[in-house]
Structures are given as C-alpha cells and as structure tokens.
C-alpha cells in the first residue's frame, strides 16, 4: 500500500493589514493593487508591440466591443 502525502489547502488573509488597510510596512492594500495592474498594463502594451497577431487580437476585440470604428466586422 502507498502513502498519499496530502497537504493542506491554505486559504488567502488579509491578517497581514490593520483596520486602515495598511500593512506593517505602511503600504496600502490599494497601492499593492495599483501597482500590480499597472504592471500588467506594461506587460500587455509591451506584447501589443511585439506580437502581430496579438496586436490584431486586440484591435479586433476593440472594434467588436465597439471601442474603435475603423470598419472591422464579423
């Protein structure tokens, strides 16, 4: 007979923030979140110039939402 090793699940906290939202550093919960979309903003314009087709992906994805009219249908 095997032995399964299971681990247990580790749910997400916020214990590490006071009431305020800042953390032991004096970081707001929200400048963590801003940081990290701004992040991801620069890593998708910096894919967006790199990659044709992911360029294409994204002017078509503009146009269907209607963001942009340069007369891309389907």
């Given at each position: 007979?095997?032995?399964?090793?299971?681990?247990?699940?580790?749910?997400?906290?916020?214990?590490?923030f006071d009431?305020?939202?800042?953390?032991?550093?004096?970081?707001?919960?929200?400048?963590?979140?801003?940081?990290?979309?701004?992040?991801?903003?620069?890593?998708?314009?910096?894919?967006?110039?790199?990659?044709?087709?992911?360029?294409?992906?994204?002017?078509?994805?503009?146009?269907?939402?209607?963001?942009?009219?340069?007369?891309?249908?389907?």
């Open positions: 007979m095997r032995y399964v090793h299971r681990s247990k699940l580790k749910t997400m906290t916020s214990t590490s009431k305020n939202g800042l953390d032991k550093a004096g970081i707001h919960w929200m400048q963590y979140l801003s940081m990290t979309s701004m992040s991801l903003l620069i890593f998708l314009i910096a894919l967006d110039k790199a990659v044709p087709s992911f360029h294409r992906i994204v002017l078509h994805s503009m146009a269907r939402v209607g963001i942009i009219c340069n007369g891309i249908t389907g």
